[in-house]
C-alpha cells in the first residue's frame, strides 16, 4: 500500500522555465516531509523539507509548499537549470512512530538547456 | 568530512546464497537506516538503529534478513538464502536524530542470478 505516492514518472522542463513536482499522500498523521535529489549510481541528498505546522518552506531556488487539507505537498524549483535534472523523491514521516519514513517512486526530471 | 559509505558497490550471488552489506555513516550520527529500492518503486524501509536502543525491524521483508550495529558506527544488513527477488539497490543513511534529515549513501547493488 503506497502511502506517498507520485504520480508524474517523468517531467520535462525548459531551462529558466519554473519546474513543479507533485506529491500525494493517504496518511493524516504525517507531520514532517522531505524532498530528495537523486542523481543516478548515487545516493538521495536531501534537499528541503517541511513540517506540518508550515504551509511553506523556501531555500534558495527551492520551495516546498504544504496542503494538508489536501494532502498535497509540491516542489517547486526556479528557475530550473540543467544540473537539476536528476530523480526527485518525496518523503513523509508518520507522527507516532517517527522511525520509518515512507517515499514515493520519485519523478525524473529533465531540464532542457 | 565523509559521507555514509557502503561495500561493496556491486554484488552479484547466485541464490540460495547468503551475503553481507556494510555501511559506515558519517561520525557522530546516532541514527541510521537500512531501505532498498527494487526496480521501479521507493525506498521500502527496511531496519532503523538509533543509539543504544532496540533496532526498528518493522520493515524487514522476511526472517532471512537481519541487521546488526557495532559500537553504535557500523551496520551490517545480512539476506540468508537469498532469492531472485531480494535484487535492488540497497541503500543506507544517517542522521544524528530521528527528527533530522538522512545522509544517504551510495548503495549496494544487489542482483540474484
Known amino acids: 500500500d503506497q502511502q506517498v505516492k507520485q504520480n508524474s514518472p517523468s517531467l520535462s522542463v525548459q531551462e529558466g522555465r519554473i519546474s513543479i513536482l507533485n506529491c500525494d499522500y493517504t496518511?493524516?498523521?504525517?507531520?514532517?516531509f522531505l524532498w530528495y535529489k537523486k542523481y543516478p549510481a548515487e545516493g538521495p541528498t536531501f534537499l528541503i523539507s517541511?513540517?506540518?505546522?508550515?504551509d511553506k518552506n523556501e531555500d534558495g531556488r527551492f520551495t516546498v509548499f504544504l496542503n494538508k487539507s489536501a494532502k498535497h505537498l509540491s516542489l517547486h524549483i526556479v528557475p530550473s537549470q540543467p544540473g537539476d535534472s536528476a530523480v526527485y523523491f518525496c518523503?513523509?514521516?508518520?507522527?507516532?512512530?517517527?522511525?520509518?519514513?515512507?517515499f514515493g517512486t520519485g519523478t525524473s526530471l529533465t531540464v532542457i538547456p | 568530512g565523509a559521507g555514509v559509505s557502503q561495500s561493496p558497490s556491486n554484488k552479484v550471488t547466485e541464490k540460495g546464497k547468503d551475503v553481507e552489506l556494510r555501511c559506515d555513516p558519517i561520525?557522530?550520527?546516532?541514527?541510521l537506516y537500512w531501505y532498498r529500492q527494487s526496480l521501479g518503486q521507493g525506498l521500502e524501509f527496511l531496519i532503523y538503529?538509533?543509539?543504544?536502543?532496540?533496532?526498528?525491524k518493522s520493515g524487514l521483508p522476511s526472517d532471512r534478513f537481519s541487521a546488526e550495529r557495532t559500537g553504535g558506527s557500523v551496520s551490517t544488513l545480512t539476506i540468508q538464502r537469498t532469492q531472485q527477488e531480494d535484487s535492488a539497490v540497497y541503500l543506507c543513511a544517517s542522521s544524528l536524530g530521528w527528527n533530522r534529515e538522512q545522509y544517504f549513501g551510495p548503495g549496494t547493488r544487489l542482483t540474484v542470478t
Open positions: 496518511n493524516s498523521m504525517f507531520d514532517y
Open positions: 561520525s557522530g550520527h546516532t541514527a
Open positions: 518523503a513523509a514521516r508518520e507522527r507516532d512512530t517517527g522511525n520509518q519514513f515512507y
Open positions: 538503529f538509533q543509539g543504544n536502543s532496540a533496532p526498528d
Open positions: 517541511i513540517s506540518s505546522i508550515k
